[in-house]
Nanobody
Framework: QVPVVESGGGLVQPGDSLRLSCAAS????????IGWFRQAPGKLREGVGC????????HYADSVKGRFTISPDNAKNTVYLTMSSLKPEDTAVYYC???????????????????WGQGTSVTVSS
């Protein structure tokens, strides 16, 4: 059983919206941190944002601030990355990662995640 699984990627046009899901299996998402990352072809992996389960604190990279939102659905053990006003430069494979347990208030303090998903591809192109 894979601890975290991403889904929801696809091909969209510039300006469109898309919602990615990160479903956790075998964990109850109470005290946790989930980070979203992406890796574009030929580029290093970069952090997109994260959320702390303790207080729903979120943090975003400057490149996505105001366009991307991370939100939890505790009943479904799932964290979403809702992306709007997508740009071609958002094209990448998106990964979620889980730190469990995590009792901190700020997910920005997570130095290493415990579990990584396999990634879901997002292509923004006209």
């Amino acid at each position: 059983q894979v601890p975290v699984v991403e889904s929801g990627g696809g091909l969209v046009q510039p300006g469109d919206s898309l919602r990615l899901s990160c479903a956790a299996s075998g964990f109850t998402l109470d005290y946790y941190a989930i980070g979203w990352f992406r890796q574009a072809p030929g580029k290093l992996r970069e952090g997109v944002g994260c959320i702390s389960g303790r207080n729903d604190f979120t943090h975003y990279a400057d490149s996505v601030k105001g366009r991307f939102t991370i939100s939890p659905d505790n009943a479904k053990n799932t964290v979403y990355l809702t992306m709007s006003s997508l740009k071609p430069e958002d094209t990448a494979v998106y990964y979620c990662a889980l730190k469990y347990p995590w009792y901190g208030n700020s997910c920005s303090d997570v130095d290493e995640y415990d579990y990584w998903g396999q990634g879901t591809s997002v292509t923004v192109s006209s």
